[in-house]
């Protein structure tokens, strides 16, 4: 076939007039590595536009930033404990406004299922979450003296229960708080503090009670 | 959805209302409509967490919910609406010109809030605004609820749809999740509420500094316990009518430019008229004889009906715009007023990415619709090297296409008419779609630097949090002067940078989403056109 003609040599199948190169023109070179991730350009950018209104919209912009995040809408993920208690953390707790949906309008199984149980004791654990810290450590130390004096031993057993129920309540309460808060309206608080002897004010503290009991636990136990 | 789309709206997810929601977000937006358990399964997360984040997302309208057969529910990500979010600033902005302050902080409310009741958004605003007013000054619900009346009545807020009562006698178990409508002729309609009371300023012992924890802070429960009148009527800001509102604007300034003052005020009138008839999404206004427009005018222009006739004569036979029908009644084609400002920004950024000669050749091209590599070079008057480089450089980046006319039916290469044409609504997607991937980079780039200057940031707040607590107690000049020392010179300086670039990159963000804006318009038109 008149295509076979230049068997071992370069020919083209089509006519590189059309192309737009001349016959026997030096082609560019073949390109052997994706092109580089930042390339330079040759052209200047245009400057942005400046104005009141471009001002505006920009302040406008940075403030909505900040205020999204202090909107009850931001859900923080729950951080991991520290290994330090800064002192500082303790103060720059940020208040959050509950917030809660129009339950009407969603899908049953987004509501949060109810635990009778520990409903009460959940939103008392957000209560005391938000009480300052200091009247926490005051009854965590009280606690502490009148523990000591009822023994060593029994103390830090007590203890370990008491900061396992606590975490385990506040977490619960961390999850569901902002949207039980609704359904414990009903529930009696007097009824509840009967089911038990401890007072429940006393110990409902996740973090702070977590690091303030180890280091009293280090100290007691020899 | 492309890639570009989903990391902008991880990104703008992720900002706005964290790590948790965002994860589920974007999961829904990769797979589509998904139920419950299967999102927690799939990501990873918790229950809990995933009904928190899902009750979020459908409380912004970024997520929506249906039953679908069998009784399960799933939920459904808009992406498109995601990336909305990208234009909160510039819709407060615009209700601020329209209906000043008050205006401005009901849409910022209905916003950050996704929806609320006309009750509690009014209370709300009122607060604030009572908060900027001087001592003893208080705001009146009225004055707020009459400017909610006039966004209602001019469409800029919408009701959501809503649960439909359904009778007591429904046998059957009530459905897993309420199917929500809304009827047309409902939407605007404002509930006849007397909404009677001042704003109230907060008590200035409730501001104290920012780091006690405020839990002694009564909670407002007495609040909940009144009915409410509105309850159950949730508004939204009706984005739709706002992109109207922009697209207008953009026209309007587009023949301002072109032509003079009065021609833009004609077209201004023109719109105005069919704002609330024509819906959004149609392609031409209502057809307006030249009579109603010359009585719509506004005051202050006093030109006769000749000259009007005249102007209109030649915003008709604008050869460029074609924006108007020929005939009276006049209609504008919305459809090629889009086209021409996108093609127009598809100019400029050949124009600023390659040069001015290659933009010569782009508007060439554009205009001739097909050319040969031959004609190019003739017409363009560039010499024939420097015009195939730089369409070759055009067609790399899909700003030109090449069209193929065979002349036999074999298509060989030597006998076939290779023609360089520019295809409008591919080249814009294209463009789009880096547009969303430079502000994805944008947004990166400004977390990037915040997230370097974190330490020194925050070492700043601090000392501007000790000063202002100083000044409050009435500290002397000597000590202020000592604080404000405690941030080195070096570190003002690099401050000072972060500042300024954190502004830039930020108003980049900005006027790239004024580009996307346009450019969806028109794809969304071709697409409603088809």
Redesign the interface.
Known sequence: MAGNKGRGRAAY???IE????SRGEKLPDVVLKPPPLFPD???K??P??TGE??D???A???E??E??KR?P?????PEEKQDIERYSK??????KEEWI??W?????????RKKCKKGPKSKKAK?T?????LTNTADVLKKIEELEKRGDGEKSDEENEEKEGSKEKSKEGD??D??DAADQEEYDEEEQEEENDYINSYFEDGDDFGADSDDNMDEATY | MTQAEIKLCSLLLQ???????EKIGVHLIRTGSQP?RVIAHDTGT?L??V??????L???NLVI?R?HKRGV?EYEAQCSRVLRMLR???Y??TA?TLYSDTGELLV?ELL???KMTMSAVVKKVADRLTETMEDGKNMDYAEVSNTFVRLADTHFVQRCPV?PATENSDPGP?P???T?VISEKDMYLVPKLSLIGKGKRRRSSDEDA????????PKHTSDNKEPIPDD?I?WQANLDRFHQHFRDQAIVSAVANRMDQTSSEIVRTMLRMSEITTSSSAPFTQPLSSNEIFRSLPVGYNISKQVLDQYLTLLADDPAKTLLSDLDPRHEDLHKALGCLSTASLESVVQ????SRCARIFRLVLQKKHLE?KQVEDFAMIP?KEA?DMLYKMLSENFISLQEIPKTPDH???R?F?LYTVNIPSAARMLLHRCYKSVANLIERRQFETKENKRLLEKSQRVEAIIASMQATGAEEAQLQEIEEMITAPERQQLETLKRNV??L??????VDETIFLLESYIESTLKRQ
Not at chain 1, 104 to 112: A, G, V
Not at chain 2, 352 to 355: A, I, M, P, T, Y
Not at chain 2, 506 to 511: G, K, L, M, N, R
Request: net charge neutral.
């Open positions: 199948t089509f006519n059309a192309v737009g190169f350009t040759d052209y950018p245009v942005l536009k209104g471009e505006y919209v920009l406008l912009k940075q909505l930033r205020t999204m909107m809408y931001f859900v923080e993920t303790r103060y720059m707790k940020v208040y949906p129009d009407r309008r969603l899908p049953r199984e987004l509501m949060p209560n979450d938000k009480d300052t810290s999850d569901e902002e949207d | 900002e706005h209302f964290g790590e948790i929601v419950l918790s809990d967490q009904k928190k984040a899902l009750c979020v459908i409380q912004h919910h039953v529910v909160y600033p510039r407060i902005y601020k910022e950050l809030n996704g649960v009530p897993p999740a309420p929500l920012t780091g006690e924890p405020k839990a002694k802070r159950g949730y600023e990415r390659f040069g590599q024939a195939k060989a290469p030597s076939t290779y502004n830039k930020d108003a980049c963000e900005i006027q």
